[in-house]
């Protein structure tokens, strides 16, 4: 082959390299939040929701989100004096080496959806634990597990105690495991799909001081994710 | 240790390796939807003894033909019974066999190792032989057509050898891919700088018009033999007729970003990049007409289906396949112009390279089913795995054992995976009496004003299927309600 062809060829792959690029666009969206009925001496819940932001290369089929996610914040009435208690506790959990950041990320106050914001955790059951460091009466729980896409995550189970080995005094206060794959009981809370909106679970007043969350993969793969966990209570 | 026993040892551990890397834990990702479908293709011939061949949608019978045999002595005759490891199997075997034919393929000794060594451990070639797909077996068959063509173009002494080497192997990779005519035309190409410059293109068409014709006739008895259960026609009008799916179409350096583009994903580096270089030097300076053969070719077929809108990762195998074994050859090249004082020098960068792809390859075997991994397409997500026993559940705790639904299209591989699932039923369409209908499995492909009319009558559940495109399970409240209040 004459040089002028090897050149032409080698020439022709190198531009091809050069066309390669990555589609990514995030849009941002005004925070809304779903007006709820607030009572006497009640404030309603509210946090900072991270921006939309879509990621990824686009996939062979067109697969639109069958089950609508969240298009505004929820809402839970919680008393007057309820205050954000996991911004920088400690976190541990089941996984010691997680793949993709660390534990510390979950209470870091940070919620965007991109790599460097969320912890991954190996496939199979895992669990993060939210230390307080002291007792206190939650009254929410807002979880974000990861929302640069739609998927639902299986087996989220919240429970708190002030056992921190939680053998005793253990509370569930979500469950929707609903084939018991993850060996506490079928639970009746319905699967959801992530968005930026986060889900958030009423505590009811319960008095504990760790949180321990599970899941077990989710519908895009068998990984486990955190972005941030928010844990809401009155310290008396 | 004598020479040629250290050689044989050094054979045996490359081996091993290379099985260990294709075999090991093939049972353990779920089952791809071109796997599937692959698998019903099988079970059909197994149980008619012979299936409808459908020339626009179907690659050739080749793959099933190899897996036959292997499915029936693991006791498999039916689709029911089917088994995802004697598919694997099949593929894995013929991936191995690649390996073994690239050292009988080189005979320089020192091109023949690194060839043979980038063949084992490149992460694109391992990966997809362990999927039953048709990319293994064509790549393997290729072997034989290229020992053929090669050796017709260095004026063998057996021409009659390689043509039917060359026929053979060319005909029985035409009855596992469609793709063949790709191969025919880059080598024609990539053959012609040779003919000109050693023999001229018309002497070397009259001293081996008989042999180049045997070839043909070899390779089109192959054809015949392969497709005659299925109507031989059937073979030519598969070029006419092929339609490949919608969603595929990908920018023209899809495969040059794949293989030898560095990136970052899931904590590791990916990168097949010095394979790329080392063919490159291969097809710029080597020597050897055969290394600059195999180098041409593989970059031509890189090129000519990087030029296709249609992409898949594994449709560059063949043309990878043919860079590694160039790569082999620039391998050797380095090792001689070093002089034996430098010799050193290129054997590290050669190691190094070996060990990057090798733990690129663990990495891809370690996240398989990752849609993360570069090497992945469209993967299965793990949890369809307990999908069945899901559904089995539930319909246990109907009275009367109610059928499960499936509305939508894309569904592959959920028949695999719904196979001991009583009744299963597949519709295109939300059907009228959808809200009365107690189980039912709502496709990504559906509308969410579809999924919107069962709102009131269903509990709607999001459940993986593929990566990115998760299907929902609409289980009618009544049933779920039963389901929930039974322990556990």
């Known amino acids: ?236 | 240790m004598s020479a040629s026993r250290r050689v044989s040892v050094a054979v045996f551990l490359l081996l091993v390796l290379a099985a260990w890397l294709r075999f090991q834990g093939l049972e353990k990702r779920p089952l791809h939807a071109d796997e599937a479908t692959g698998a019903k293709i099988l079970a059909q011939r197994m149980e008619s003894g012979t299936y409808r061949f459908d020339p626009s949608h179907f690659h050739g019978p080749m793959l099933s033909t190899l897996a036959l045999p292997v499915c029936r002595s693991a006791g498999i005759s039916s689709w029911q019974t089917m088994k995802v490891l004697p598919l694997r199997i099949t593929v894995a075997a013929c991936g191995l066999l690649a390996v073994a034919g690239t050292l009988l393929l080189v005979r320089e000794r020192n091109a023949s190792w690194a060839a043979a060594a980038f063949v084992a451990t490149s992460p694109l070639l391992v990966y997809y032989s362990r999927m039953f797909i048709h990319e293994p077996v064509f790549v393997l068959f290729s072997i034989p057509a290229l020992a053929g063509l090669l050796a017709l173009l260095e004026q063998s002494n057996h021409p009659w050898r390689a043509a039917i080497s060359l026929g053979v192997g060319t005909g029985a990779m035409a009855a596992t891919r469609e793709t063949v005519v790709i191969s025919l035309f880059c080598w024609t190409i990539a053959a012609l700088p040779w003919v000109l410059k050693h023999h001229g293109l018309k002497p070397f068409l009259q001293k081996y018009w008989l042999q180049l014709a045997g070839a043909i006739g070899a390779g089109l008895l192959v054809v015949v033999v392969c497709y005659t259960p299925f109507g031989t026609a059937s073979f030519f009008r598969t070029f006419a007729d092929y339609q490949t799916g919608a969603g595929h179409d990908k920018p023209l350096g899809f495969y040059l970003y794949m293989l030898a583009a560095p990136k970052q994903a899931i904590g590791h580096w990916w990168c097949e990049g010095g394979i790329l270089i080392l063919a490159l030097c291969t097809f710029l300076k080597n020597g050897r007409m055969r290394g600059r053969f195999l180098a041409s070719a593989g970059l031509l077929h890189l090129l000519v289906i990087s030029l296709i809108a249609y992409k898949t990762p594994w449709l560059a195998c063949l043309g990878w396949f043919q860079l590694c074994i160039a790569a082999g050859y620039g391998t050797a090249q380095l090792l001689q112009i070093s002089g034996t004082r430098r010799k050193w020098i290129p054997i590290a960068a050669i190691a190094s390279l070996l060990l990057f792809q090798f733990q690129q390859t663990r990495a891809a075997l370690r996240f398989e089913w990752d849609s993360r991994n570069p090497y992945a397409y469209v993967p299965t997500v793990k949890m369809i795995e307990q999908l069945p026993r899901f559904l089995q559940n539930l319909q246990e705790a109907a009275d009367n054992n109610p059928p499960v639904i499936v509305i939508g299209s894309q569904y592959w591989p959920l028949p695999w995976y719904l196979r001991s699932v009583g009744e299963v039923g597949y519709l295109p369409e939300l059907p009228v009496d959808a809200p009365q209908r107690p189980i039912l499995l709502l496709m990504p492909t559906l509308s969410e004003s579809d999924v919107k009319k069962l709102e009131a009558t269903h509990t709607l559940i999001p459940h993986g299927l593929r990566a990115n495109a998760p299907m929902l399970i609409a289980v009618r409240n009544d049933l779920w309600n039963t389901y929930l209040q039974q322990t556990p």
């Open chain 1, 1 to 236: 082959m004459k040089p002028i062809n090897t050149f032409v060829t080698a020439a022709s792959f190198i531009a091809c390299a050069l066309l390669i690029g990555c589609d990514g666009s995030g849009t941002q969206e005004t925070t809304e939040q779903k007006t709820a009925s607030v009572v006497s001496g009640q404030k309603l819940l509210t946090t900072e929701i991270p921006p939309e932001s879509l990621e990824g290369t686009p996939m062979p089929i067109k697969a639109p989100n069958l089950v609508a996610a969240l298009k505004q914040a929820p809402a839970l009435g919680v008393p007057e004096h309820t205050e954000l208690l996991s911004r920088g506790k400690p976190v541990t959990g089941s996984d010691d080496f997680p793949i993709i950041g660390d534990l510390s990320l979950i209470t870091d106050g940070d919620k965007e959806g991109g790599e460097g914001y969320f912890v991954e955790l190996m496939n199979g059951l895992q669990w993060i634990q939210i230390d307080l460091e002291e007792s206190a009466n939650l009254q929410g729980i807002w979880i974000w597990h990861f929302h640069t896409q739609a998927r639902a995550y299986n087996d989220v189970i919240v429970q708190v105690s002030d056992d921190p080995e939680f053998q005793t005094g253990v509370t569930t206060l979500f469950n929707n495991d609903f084939d018991n794959s993850a060996g506490f009981g079928k639970g009746s809370e319905r699967p959801y799909v992530e968005s930026r909106f986060g889900k958030l679970i009423d505590a009811k007043g319960t008095r504990a001081r760790y949180v321990r969350l599970y899941s077990n993969g989710n519908s895009s793969s068998d990984m486990n994710h955190y972005i941030e966990v928010e844990v809401y209570g009155t310290r008396s």
